[in-house]
Nanobody, 127 residues
Framework: QVQLVESGGGLVQAGDSLRLSCTASGRTFTTSAMGWFRQTPGKEREFVAA????????YYTDSVKGRFTISRDNAKNTVWQQMNSLTREDTTGYYC????????????????????WGQGSQVTVSS
């Protein structure tokens, strides 16, 4: 089994920054991509950002482009999401995810493309 452990969430003011981290461990696996999703209770989980493991191709949803940056350290099996200029609309739970096997733009930006999930980190932005 693969475990994803997240950290870095918290309460900040609008305009502030936070950095989420996620480290994968467990049985031998081949990572093709890691990503971040977010979900508000009662709503569907939505894609935020992803990065492919071999080439470092990055994907972002439109609402975070220019504010969020995803990065990785392959040797540490770790992905980070730097979140700048946070707004109240960014308030929600953030989930790290790991994709194995072949990747594509569709799978890497979709909930159903991922095989393992972290426990979630709450980000709350106050005005």
């Amino acid at each position: 089994q693969v475990q994803l452990v997240e950290s870095g969430g918290g309460l900040v003011q609008a305009g502030d920054s936070l950095r989420l981290s996620c480290t994968a461990s467990g049985r031998t696996f081949t990572t093709s991509a890691m990503g971040w999703f977010r979900q508000t209770p009662g709503k569907e989980r939505e894609f935020v950002a992803a990065i492919t493991w071999s080439c470092g191709v990055r994907y972002y949803t439109d609402s975070v482009k220019g504010r969020f940056t995803i990065s990785r350290d392959n040797a540490k099996n770790t992905v980070w999401q730097q979140m700048n200029s946070l707004t109240r609309e960014d308030t929600t739970g953030y989930y790290c995810a790991l994709e194995t096997g072949s990747w594509s733009t569709r799978t890497t930006t979709s909930v159903d493309g991922y095989d393992y999930w972290g426990q979630g980190s709450q980000v709350t932005v106050s005005s």
